[in-house]
């Protein structure tokens, strides 16, 4: 069965250094990613997508996310976390069934130290 | 802001009770979605609608009915709610499947 694994609960990081948040998923043919970003209280917003093309996506607020088919990985980055990078971040892979429905990872809560 | 609107934001009940939850876009688009977010378990499927006039059960339908009103308008109702259902309900939208979903900002659903 297709899944999304997210190996990281909560990951602490300080403000000024770079983060690398872990996605691997389990899916047989050619996936589409997703990166969402949820702040306290709000929705989902979308990060970045990948679909087919350049395996090195960039998206809003500076992250990118590399896709990796040999690791079945799809890593969120970003150089320089800003204390508003606080929040709760999703990867999510498309499944062809059920109208397209995404499946989600667990979540990694992402706390910045000052 | 164009988008997907979800009302309420809040809601507190008693075991029992039933209520609907509305969720409207205004994108055009054909797919909509309810989701269940729980915590440690990302956001599970309840029920999706690939274009006007069908609906699908999805991985945690029970409990649960959906209607399709128009293009726009997607509801769930939970005809006599329990204690379980006590989550963060969200509503999604597509256009096409290679995009992605567009999601409104929750109702809080707390179920006593």
């Known amino acids: 069965a297709q899944s999304v694994t997210q190996p990281d609960i909560h990951i602490t990081v300080s403000e000024g250094a770079s983060l690398e948040l872990r996605c691997n998923y389990s899916y047989g043919a050619t996936p589409y990613l997703f990166w969402y970003v949820q702040s306290p209280g709000q929705g989902l917003q979308l990060l970045l997508k990948y679909f087919s093309g350049d395996t090195l996506v960039q998206g809003i607020k500076g992250f990118e996310a590399e896709f990796k088919r040999s690791q079945s990985s799809f890593n969120l980055r970003k150089p320089s976390v800003h204390w508003s990078d606080a929040a709760e971040y999703f990867c999510a892979v498309r499944d062809y069934n059920q109208g397209g429905k995404l499946i989600f990872g667990q979540g990694t809560e992402l706390s910045v130290k000052p | 802001n164009a988008g997907v609107t979800q009302t309420p934001k809040f809601q507190v009940l008693k075991t029992g009770q039933s209520m609907t939850l509305q969720c409207a876009q205004d994108?055009?688009?054909?797919?909509m979605y309810w989701y269940r977010q729980d915590p440690g378990m990302g956001l599970r499927l309840i029920y999706y609608s690939a274009s006007e006039g069908t609906t699908d059960k999805g991985e945690v339908p029970n409990g649960y009915n959906v209607s399709r009103l128009n293009k726009r308008e997607f509801s769930l109702r939970l005809e006599s709610a329990a204690p379980s259902q006590t989550s963060v309900y969200f509503c999604?939208?597509?256009?096409?499947?290679?995009?992605?979903?567009?999601f409104g900002d929750g109702t809080r659903l707390s179920i006593l």
């Open positions: 994108m055009n688009h054909n797919s």
């Open positions: 999604a939208s597509t256009d096409r499947g290679n995009q992605p979903q567009h």
